[in-house]
Nanobody, 127 residues
């Protein structure tokens, strides 16, 4: 499974961005994999942002982004999106998408539980 993240950039506080993560691979099916977004700011650990259950039926969010960010997926395109609104300087980080086939609900917020990772895309929010 390969994940390709895109859509990052430099924006001002209050602006919006949409990140995309396209999954590929002979065995990949959007209906079989949890997909998630994590982020890592300089000097900090990688932290959970949002996750989408298999096929996109359910979503989970970090408290810091709830109400501002929305995770969605296009199953036909094997792509997961992260719509980020009302961006804040604290949202500045490298954003990574992740996927896992064997995920269970209790571990969706745990980075080490995901087997597949994209390369990351930089999001910088200026004040």
């Amino acid at each position: 499974v390969q994940l390709q993240a895109s859509g990052g950039g430099l924006v001002q506080a209050g602006d919006s961005l949409r990140l995309s993560c396209a999954a590929s691979g002979r065995t990949f099916s959007s209906y079989a994999y949890y997909m998630a977004w994590f982020r890592q700011a300089p000097g900090k650990e990688r932290e959970f942002v949002a996750a989408s259950s298999r096929g996109g039926a359910n979503a989970a969010y970090a408290d810091s982004v709830k109400g501002r960010f929305t995770i969605s997926r296009d199953n036909a395109k094997n792509t997961v999106y992260l719509q980020m609104n009302s961006l804040k300087p604290d949202d500045t980080a490298v954003y990574y998408c992740a996927a896992d086939r064997a995920m269970i609900t209790s571990t969706v917020r745990t980075a080490s539980a995901y087997d597949y990772w994209g390369q990351g895309t930089q999001v910088t929010v200026s004040s």
